[in-house]
C-alpha cells in the first residue's frame, strides 16, 4: 500500500480519518482556551503549562491500569462513548467559576480516559489496514494531526478574539460530540482482538511482557523521553509570547505536517534508517536558539525547523509494530502513546518549574539540552534492529 487512493478506499480509514481530525480539533482549541484562561487567573507560567499538558499525567496511570481494555473492548462502542465522555468534561471546564482545583480534577480524569481511548483507536489501524500500510496510513493521521492543530490554534485564536475562552470551550465540546456520532456510524461493529478479563493485573503482565524486549524498550524510550521534553519546550509559548502564542503553535504543527507528509509518502523504506537518528536530534537542537531571545520571526523558524523531527517517532512507531504480536498490538500502540503523554505532562511541569525560577526562553533551552542528551545516549542500542514481516527479515534503524 503505497499511495493515498488505495489508502483511503479502504472504508473504514476515512471515518477513522475523521474522529481523528475531530478528536484533535477539539482538544487543541480546548487546551489553548484553558491554558489562556488559567493564565490570566493565575499569571503562573506552571499553572499554564499543566493545564494544557497536565491531564497528560493520568497517561501512567491509565498505562499501568486500564490498557489491558483495548484489546478486550469492542472498538466501536469504545470510540463513541469515550468521545462521548469527553465532550461532557469540556463542557464542564466551561461553567463559570469552576474551581481550579476542579479544573485539575477534570484534566486529570481526561487523561486516565485519553490513555485507553487512544489505544482503542490507534489499535484499529491494525485491523482496518494490512500492516504493510502502517506507516502510510499512520503518517496521514499524524499528517492530520498536524493540519488540524494548525487550524485548532488559528480558530481558537481568532474565536478568543470574538469569544470568551468559555465559549471556545463549548465549542470543543461540540467537536467532541460529533467525533463520538462518527465513530458510532462510521466503523464496522466488530469484537474485541483479545479474550480474558480486564484487569490491573492483566494490564501489566502484558506491559511486562511489551517492555522486557531488548529490541522494543529502547524504542518506546526514544518516543517517550525526547518529545517529551520538547513538549516541555511548546507548553511554554504562552508566557513566552502571549500575544503570538497561537502563531507558534500553528507552525510547530505545520512542522510536524510537513515531516510526517515526507517520512510518510515520500522516503522509501531502505531510507529511513539513514534519517531516523538524525531526525531525533533536529527535534531538540534549534530550540538551542531560545535562551537568547531571538526575533519573532526566527522563533517561527525554530519551532518549525524542530517540529519537522517529530516524524522520527512514524518510523519508531513502525518499528514497534513489526515487533508486537498481533493480539497485543492495541495495548503495544496504547503503551507508546500513554508513556508519549505522560512525558508530555512531565515536561510541561519541568519546562514551567525552571521558568518560574528563571524565564521561559531559559526553560526552553535546558529542555533542549536534556532531550538532545537523552537522544544521543539511546542512538547505540537504536543503530538496528531484526525483525520479520511478511517472513521475510528485514533491518530497520
Not at 79 to 90: K, N, R
Not at 151 to 167: E, K, N, Q, T, Y
Not at 225 to 240: A, Q, R, T
Request: aromatic share 8%.
Amino acid at each position: 500500500m503505497r499511495t493515498y487512493g488505495e489508502l483511503f478506499r479502504t472504508r473504514e480509514f476515512t471515518p477513522l480519518f475523521a474522529i481523528s481530525g475531530l478528536q484533535v480539533t477539539a482538544q487543541t482549541m480546548a487546551g489553548l482556551a484553558l491554558g489562556t484562561l488559567v493564565f490570566a487567573r493565575t499569571g503562573s507560567p506552571l499553572l499554564a503549562a499543566l493545564s494544557m499538558f497536565g491531564s497528560s499525567f493520568a497517561q501512567l496511570v491509565g498505562a499501568v491500569a486500564l490498557l489491558s481494555a483495548a484489546d478486550r473492548l469492542p472498538p466501536r462502542a469504545a470510540a463513541a462513548a469515550m468521545a462521548l465522555m469527553f465532550a461532557a468534561a469540556t463542557a464542564v471546564l466551561a461553567i463559570p467559576g469552576l474551581p481550579l482545583w476542579a479544573v485539575f480534577v477534570l484534566l486529570l480524569s481526561e487523561g486516565l480516559v485519553a490513555s485507553l481511548y487512544s489505544a482503542v483507536r490507534y489499535g484499529l489501524i491494525t485491523e482496518i489496514l494490512p500492516r504493510e500500510g502502517f506507516v502510510l496510513g499512520r503518517s496521514v493521521l499524524n499528517m492530520s494531526t498536524g493540519l488540524v492543530q494548525i487550524v485548532g490554534f488559528v480558530a481558537g485564536g481568532l474565536l478568543l478574539d470574538r469569544l470568551s475562552p468559555r465559549g471556545v470551550l463549548l465549542a470543543g465540546a461540540a467537536l467532541f460530540l460529533t467525533a463520538a456520532g462518527v465513530a458510532a456510524t462510521g466503523l464496522t461493529s466488530r469484537p474485541a482482538r483479545a479474550g480474558g478479563s480486564v484487569s490491573v493485573a492483566e494490564t501489566w503482565r502484558t506491559n511486562r511482557v511489551l517492555l522486557s524486549s531488548r529490541e522494543r524498550l529502547p524504542a518506546y524510550l526514544a518516543l517517550w523521553v525526547p518529545n517529551g521534553l520538547i513538549v516541555g519546550c511548546e507548553s511554554l509559548f504562552v508566557p513566552y509570547a502571549p500575544s503570538h502564542a497561537g502563531l507558534l503553535f500553528a507552525m510547530a504543527a505545520a512542522g510536524m505536517l510537513a515531516g510526517d507528509t515526507v517520512m510518510g509518502r515520500f522516503v522509501a523504506p531502505r531510507w529511513r534508517s539513514r534519517v531516523n537518528a538524525p531526525l531525533r536530534l533536529l527535534l531538540a537542537v534549534p530550540y538551542l536558539a531560545m535562551p537568547v531571545h531571538p526575533p519573532l520571526a526566527i522563533a517561527v523558524v525554530v519551532v518549525t525547523v524542530a517540529s519537522f523531527g517529530y516524524s522520527a517517532s512514524l518510523l519508531l512507531q513502525e518499528r514497534l509494530v513489526m515487533l508486537t504480536p498481533e493480539e497485543m498490538s492495541g495495548q503495544g500502540l496504547g503503551l507508546q502513546l500513554s508513556g508519549i503523554f505522560a512525558m508530555q505532562g512531565v515536561g510541561a511541569a519541568l519546562a514551567g518549574g525552571i521558568a518560574q525560577v528563571s524565564s521561559p526562553a531559559v526553560a526552553m533551552g535546558a529542555m533542549a539540552l536534556a532531550s538532545s542528551a537523552v537522544t544521543l545516549a539511546l542512538a547505540p542500542r537504536l543503530k538496528s534492529v531484526s525483525y520479520k514481516t511478511a517472513g521475510a527479515p528485514v533491518q530497520q534503524a
